[in-house]
């Protein structure tokens, strides 16, 4: 029904394809930024010399709050991503058997099958990447907990073995988060010089 009312404002299934991977691509930008954001104040905290530890868990918090967040985002926008590749494959795969013209067909078949595997590599990525912010968000509600249970000195300085382990599996989610971001931005370009070439 949501695709029928955009198709009579003239929003095709893959321009709405195309917003909602770049608002996909969006939301991984900022997830990506928030993670590192946490990953500072964690750093910082390993640091710590004194002063307000309730302020500093209160921060950590906030912080690990913002990155549940952000994940919720970009799993609900990859969702939303699907489901309009869904639709739009769906539609097209019906819409091969209209054509008169067999080599009209063969071409449109031959787009279709490359628009799939493009698509597939981006989900594959945007998926891939999804599921390296839970190891990472355990890690921190984990460290956050701790350190609400322990809001001394002495549980600010067990963090700081955990704080290299952390940052690992932070640059490794960065860098799958980066891969599935750069294919998104070829996506949407391929989408659009596809459009255009119409």
């Known amino acids: ?97 209209e054509y008169y013209s067999e080599e009209k067909r063969r071409s449109s078949e031959r787009s279709l099958r490359a628009t799939r595997q493009a698509y597939e590599r981006l989900a594959g990525l945007m998926h891939s990447a999804e599921q390296r912010m839970e190891p990472v968000l355990r890690a921190f509600r984990d460290q956050v907990l701790y350190l609400k249970h322990m809001l001394n000195a002495r549980a600010v300085a067990s963090l700081e073995g955990v704080s290299g382990d952390l940052e690992r599996e932070v640059d490794v989610l960065i860098a799958e988060m980066e891969r599935a971001i750069a294919e998104a931005a070829r996506f949407v370009e391929a989408m659009r010089l596809a459009e255009s070439g119409r």
Do not use: P
Request: hydrophobic share 40%.
């Open 1 to 97: 029904m949501e695709y029928a009312v955009r198709e009579s404002f003239g929003q095709q299934k893959w321009e709405l394809l195309v917003d909602r991977v770049e608002a996909a691509q969006e939301s991984q930008e900022e997830a990506k930024a928030q993670f590192v954001s946490a990953l500072e104040q964690f750093k910082a905290l390993t640091g710590f010399d004194g002063g307000d530890l309730e302020r500093t868990y209160t921060t950590l918090k906030r912080e690990l709050e913002i990155s549940e967040d952000r994940a919720r985002d970009v799993r609900k926008r990859i969702a939303a991503v699907e489901d309009v590749a869904e639709a739009l494959f769906a539609e097209w795969e019906r819409e091969l058997g």
